[in-house]
């Protein structure tokens, strides 16, 4: 395995593989993996040639009261995960490279940025927008790969491509979940366990919607009062909001008549977690 840490090396690694004709598949992170994203590097491995992970905690996304100084980092413990998987490049870039002191462009996805997570976190989707825009520049990835958990960071992402005519493939792996059902992220480190028992609200939230929707509701109004109304049993959980959208605009959908993403995040004590499901056809 190899631990890439400057751009122009990037960039000689990806001009050897491509004269060969290898196919990249790039895994982009913030670090302190998991299994879910592991379970993208193992899809990778099926769909690529060469494995490449960033690793880079990417500080425009973070707005100035988050979580930007604690965000969990362990380099040497990802890297151990990476090579017991056979990854074949991690890329692990500088801030300084990444963002010159005079940098001044930026990538918006104008519209959609401002929906869920980005109604709530305003300027969080233009630097993710922004960073993946240049790690897509540097690495040249044939396919890159994403987890469903961040569905609107997925959405965003597919249409500045499009819009771009950037030529890279979005594969996009299912959410992966402990065994009681809390979806992985990085964030769960922050949760005690009094915390880690309260966080299964943002489940059960979706499930309870979910099930009347199964019963043939098809509001988004009395859908979104269920699953409301389910994560106020939890009082040491604070919403942040619960809404229904397309899963490919983000535009809110009032009647459900195709496929809907149902999306939730909340605040357990300090530590902000996110959570979805898609209903309707092709589930």
């Not at 790690?135 to 959405?155: C, N, R, S």
């Not at 890279?168 to 915390?195: F, H, K, M, T």
């Not at 409301?228 to 009647?255: G, N, Q, V």
């Amino acid at each position: 395995m190899k631990i890439i840490k400057t751009i122009d090396e990037m960039r000689e690694l990806r001009k050897s593989t491509r004269k060969s004709g290898k196919r990249l598949g790039l895994v982009p992170t913030m670090g302190a993996l998991h299994k879910g994203h592991l379970s993208l590097v193992h899809a990778a491995r099926d769909k690529t040639d060469v494995v490449a992970v960033s690793i880079f905690v990417n500080p425009t996304q973070f707005g100035p009261n988050e979580d930007f100084a604690k965000y969990p980092r362990n380099l040497e413990n990802d890297c151990a995960l990476l090579e017991l998987d056979h990854v074949d490049v991690v890329f692990v870039p500088s801030v300084e490279d990444m963002y010159p002191p005079d940098a001044v462009t930026w990538v918006t996805v104008e519209g959609m940025s401002d929906r869920l997570c980005g109604k709530s976190r305003p300027g969080h989707f233009r630097g993710v927008t922004t960073i993946v825009s240049k790690l897509f520049h540097i690495t040249e990835p044939d396919v890159a790969f994403f987890g469903q958990k961040d569905a609107a960071q997925v959405a965003i992402i597919r249409r500045m491509v499009r819009d771009l005519n950037m030529p890279v493939e979005i594969e996009v792996g299912p959410i992966v979940r402990e065994s009681d059902g809390l979806a992985l992220s990085s964030r769960n480190a922050y949760l005690n366990s009094e915390e880690r028992r309260a966080a299964l609200v943002l489940q059960r939230s979706l499930q309870q919607a979910e099930k009347l929707f199964d019963k043939g509701e098809r509001e988004s109004g009395k859908l979104i009062a269920a699953g409301k109304e389910e994560f106020a049993k939890e009082r040491s959980a604070r919403l942040d909001y619960f809404e229904i959208a397309d899963p490919d605009s983000l535009e809110p959908i009032t009647t459900i008549s195709n496929r809907a993403l149902m999306a939730v995040a909340g605040f357990i004590g300090n530590t902000r977690l996110i959570d979805n499901v898609i209903v309707g056809p092709r589930r």
